[in-house]
């Protein structure tokens, strides 16, 4: 019954490091994404994964990068963490590519100092 | 392009009081439209979606009516319970953007008993 699998549920980062946000889904569906949530703005889409193989930038891609490793995995790295990138992040799945409901993980609550 | 504005909250009403959350919408094409529910500590959860004009979505005694005309799709719970407090977001995916979900800044109901 895991869904979409988040992790870590939380980080702390200094400026400038580096690190990779991990999701994998066991429904066996096409399509991931990845959000960030902000207070007072929703959920802002990042970069999503249409099917395995594919990914594509969002509404705001700068300062991260994915990787479909494959059909259940979907990483999020930030190559070097600024401030700003403080949210909390929630990686989503869906069955295909097209209007169907997205299925989403816990999340991860990441600060940068 | 698409947006989607929600009320501000937080709302906070009496258990068994009435409810409703409104949601306008600007989009391209004829967008299917959905409302998620987020609890404390969790990532967000569909309640109920429409998929055309007038159809009305309904789940866990929440409804929703989508009204093309005054391009709407208010929320509304006829006796809410202290289990239904949360953040309600209302969402739209277009044709014109496939399956990207544009969010609501979200709304945060209390309920209070």
């Known amino acids: 019954n895991a869904g979409v699998t988040q992790t870590p549920k939380f980080q702390v980062l200094k400026t400038g490091q580096s690190m990779t946000l991990q999701c994998a889904q066991d429904?066996?569906?096409?399509?991931m994404y990845w959000y960030r949530q902000d207070p007072g703005m929703g959920l802002r889409l990042i970069y999503y994964?249409?099917?395995?193989?594919?990914?594509d930038k969002g509404e705001v891609p700068n300062g991260y990068n994915v990787s479909r490793l494959n059909k259940r995995e979907f990483s999020l790295r930030l190559e070097s963490a600024a401030p700003s990138q403080t949210s909390v992040y929630f990686c989503?799945?869906?069955?295909?590519?097209?209007?169907?409901?997205?299925?989403f993980g816990d999340g991860t609550r990441l600060s940068i100092l | 392009g698409n947006s989607v504005t929600q009320m501000e909250g937080p709302v906070t009403l009496s258990e068994e009081a009435f409810l409703t959350i409104n949601c306008t919408y600007t989009?391209?094409?004829?967008?299917?439209l959905f409302w998620y529910v987020q609890y404390p500590g969790e990532g967000l959860q569909l309640l109920l979606k429409?998929?055309?004009?007038?159809d009305k979505g309904s789940n866990k005694g929440f409804e929703a009516t989508y009204r093309k005309e005054t391009t709407s799709f208010h929320l509304e719970k006829g006796s809410v319970q202290v289990s239904d407090s949360a953040v309600y977001f209302c969402?739209?995916?277009?044709?014109?953007?496939?399956?990207?979900?544009?969010f609501g800044t979200g709304t945060r109901l209390q309920v209070t008993l």
């Open positions: 989503a799945s869906s069955e295909y590519w097209g209007p169907r409901p997205q299925h």
């Open positions: 429904m066996n569906h096409n399509s």
């Open positions: 994964s249409a099917s395995e193989g594919t990914t």
């Open positions: 989009a391209t094409g004829y967008p299917s």
């Open positions: 429409a998929t055309k004009a007038d």
């Open positions: 969402a739209l995916m277009s044709t014109g953007t496939a399956s990207k979900l544009t």
